[in-house]
């Protein structure tokens, strides 16, 4: 399956600052420490011992009872009975026949276990696309930062300005007040954007578990399908969510089997022993030797049970099976609709999206170009103060678009990815080291017999980001080439109709 990250993205990587982080670098922090993946991680692990749980009942079952007891008050009319008794009982059974009860919960348990591998995989891309989104977000809301710090500054240095023409008559107080409310919007505005900033800060420490230095450009998306079509044929075959709900139908039907073997006879093979021992305490009757103050016994067998009326369980256990099955089945319909849905959605919003960045390039480019000619012909006495911060505003909202259409198509490309089951670890390159294996572990445990087994203890493995420091707003860096414009700054009096104006402040 093509890569995310190789070829020319590697390629383009390598250029890039090595001080810089990259895409690939915050998920494989991700990927290493969300304490989400972890969680369902060790989530799987729980559910894989569901396979030798089930089994075990088909396993022979070996059993020792022990007891010591004190005869406090004997019978008037026993006079051999002891005052004391210690016994013990082994007893070891071995199933034979369950009416298929164990074989249908293994193959349920198991059917479940590979459910619960697909969970995996969906808990994966879903932490990946929300990475990517978190990631391209401080990206998009650091250029909406630097664009209203520009903003701000180009319209500081007009109001200085239009405060120095109005000192020599060029200009009108009102012309000074609009430009002065102009600037305390832009003012309010930067610090929306500074606030947003912040939150998109903070949500990658969230996912990613590390504070987010400078950020390089994320490499480009593999080729996507042509149409919608195209990505849904392949979301209906591989969606990790799709897959875990056929398991959960398959499992539910073994389900059912297990609950009608309730009906049916089992045979147990058995064997017990049985050793008393009295104590010294055994009376015998007078002139007769003392009586032995042992006894044992031992005996081996084969044992039918025959169901023949249980209260009406087994029929209440088959009904509640079937409407699980038939619940699951509802719920891998709704699977396929949320996938068909989410993979059309996601897709119109990708194309969409690249439709907006054509358009939004465009935009910027005439807004520049008619900001320029806006000053010129202010120079001239042309045009108003206003008409020059209207074209700065029409300006800033073009850049801001084009840096959201961006931001949105790369995560919406990336959740198409993801929708098509195609945006997990194995997909995206990220052997930084062993990727986790689930089968490891169900390999591992699944003929497990020994009662004494454990694990060690759990310890964490997701980091805490109680230690990381409060995001600010600043950003370093210089602002994409393609969105600045140093012209901006240029006065807007560089042309004064009055001799002698007063140097504009910088």
Avoid at 192 to 197: D, G, Y
Avoid at 210 to 231: C, H, I, Y
Avoid at 241 to 252: D, V
Wanted: proline share 7%; with cysteine.
């Amino acid at each position: 399956m093509t890569r995310l990250f190789c070829s020319v993205a590697v390629i383009a990587l390598a250029a890039m600052p090595a001080t810089a982080e990259t895409l690939r670098d915050a998920l494989v922090k991700a990927y290493e420490t969300n304490p989400t993946l972890a969680a369902q991680r060790a989530t799987l692990r729980a559910n894989d011992e569901n396979v030798p749980i089930t089994r075990a009942p088909s396993l022979p079952q070996v059993q020792v009872q022990s007891t010591y007891s004190e005869n406090v008050v004997l019978p008037i009319t026993a006079f051999t009975a002891p005052s004391r008794t210690s016994q013990t009982q082994a007893s070891l059974t071995y199933s034979l026949f369950a009416g298929g009860a164990v074989k249908n919960g293994v193959a349920a348990a198991k059917s479940r276990v590979e459910g619960g591998r697909a969970t995996l995989r969906g808990t994966e891309a879903d932490l990946f696309t929300a990475v990517v989104a978190a990631y391209v977000d401080v990206q998009r809301d650091s250029a909406v930062v630097q664009l209203n710090e520009q903003n701000v500054r180009v319209l500081d240095v007009n109001l200085q300005a239009s405060r120095d023409r109005f000192q020599v008559g060029d200009l009108t107080r009102t012309d000074v007040a609009q430009s002065e409310a102009r600037l305390a919007l832009a003012q309010s505005q930067l610090e929306t954007a500074q606030s947003r900033l912040i939150a998109s800060r903070e949500n990658y420490i969230r996912l990613v578990g590390s504070t987010p230095g400078e950020l390089d450009t994320p490499p480009p998306l593999p080729k996507l399908p042509g149409t919608p079509d195209e990505a849904v044929k392949v979301a209906l075959a591989e969606n990790p969510t799709l897959l875990a709900a056929r398991k959960a139908l398959e499992a539910s039907g073994f389900d059912v089997k297990s609950a009608r073997a309730t009906r049916l006879p089992t045979v147990d093979a058995f064997a017990q022993g049985n050793y008393t021992n009295f104590l010294g305490t055994l009376g015998g009757f007078p002139g007769n030797p003392a009586p032995p103050q042992f006894d044992r016994t031992a005996q081996f067998g084969v044992r039918l049970s025959l169901p023949i009326y249980q209260g009406g369980a087994p029929a209440a256990r088959i009904r509640q099976a079937q409407a699980r099955q038939s619940a699951s089945i509802e719920q891998l319909t709704e699977a396929e609709r949320s996938v068909v849905s989410q993979t059309r959605s996601v897709y119109a919003s990708y194309r969409a999206a690249l439709d907006v960045i054509r358009s939004a390039e465009a935009a910027v480019s005439a807004n520049r170009l008619a900001l320029e000619g806006v000053k010129a012909e202010n120079s001239v006495g042309n045009r108003t103060i206003l008409e020059i911060l209207n074209a700065e505003q029409e300006l800033l909202n073009a850049q801001v678009t084009l840096v959201t259409a961006r931001r949105d198509a790369y995560v919406a490309g990336f959740a198409v990815l993801a929708a098509m089951g195609r945006a997990e670890a194995k997909d995206l390159g990220l052997e930084n080291g062993p990727l986790y294996d689930p089968v490891a572990n169900y390999d591992r445990v699944r003929n497990r017999i020994f009662d004494w087994d454990q694990d060690p203890t759990p310890k964490p493995v997701a980091t805490s980001t109680t230690g990381t420091p409060a995001q600010t707003a600043i950003v370093a860096g210089r602002i994409d080439p393609s969105l600045s414009n140093d012209a901006r700054l240029t006065p807007v009096d560089k042309s004064p109709v009055n001799p002698a104006p007063v140097a504009p402040k910088r």
